[in-house]
């Protein structure tokens, strides 16, 4: 399986009074990485041009620690599963260098199209399920840090 990592400093609009991130910019979150995740299987064009299309059915999220203002996130994201027209992918959250976990979703997504929902095809099924070892990072953090 692919090492997939995706890098995001949190803002000060997505926390609360207390500089906690909100819980809700999770679902933000992972939207960011998984779509970054895509593109760097090789799917950037298809979500742009629309030819592969996708609806979020499920998401679950559980919380173990909380990410504050100024955070570098670091977002572990691999393919659990392909259904027929469904696919799971899982993300995990923690602190850019750290082991601790912050949380974890778990987010179901159906092929659709014009029609409505369609089989995945077998390029995406195949690269979602084997991952891709690859970094993007919007926070600077690799750079700042040497990693």
């Known amino acids: 399986m692919g090492d997939f990592r995706y890098f995001l400093r949190v803002r000060y609009g997505e926390c609360d009074a207390q500089k906690v991130v909100f ?41 173990k620690s909380p990410a504050r203002f100024d955070d570098v996130i670091e977002v572990g994201v691999h393919g659990m599963q392909v259904g027929t027209s ?3 992918i899982a993300c995990e959250f923690r602190r850019a260098g750290e082991d601790a976990l912050l949380a974890r979703s778990e987010t179901v997504y159906v092929m659709i199209d014009a029609n409505g929902k369609k089989p995945v095809p077998g390029p995406i099924r195949e ?15 690799l750079v700042s840090s040497s990693r």
């Open 23 to 63: 819980n809700a910019r999770y679902g933000d979150y992972t939207d960011l990485a998984v779509t970054e995740y895509l593109r760097a299987l090789g799917f950037g064009e298809g979500l742009v041009d629309g030819s592969f299309d996708y609806q979020l059915v499920r998401q679950t999220t559980e919380w």
């Open 127 to 141: 690269a979602v399920l084997a991952g891709i070892a690859a970094r993007v990072d919007h926070a600077g953090w």
């Open 86 to 88: 469904s696919f799971t």
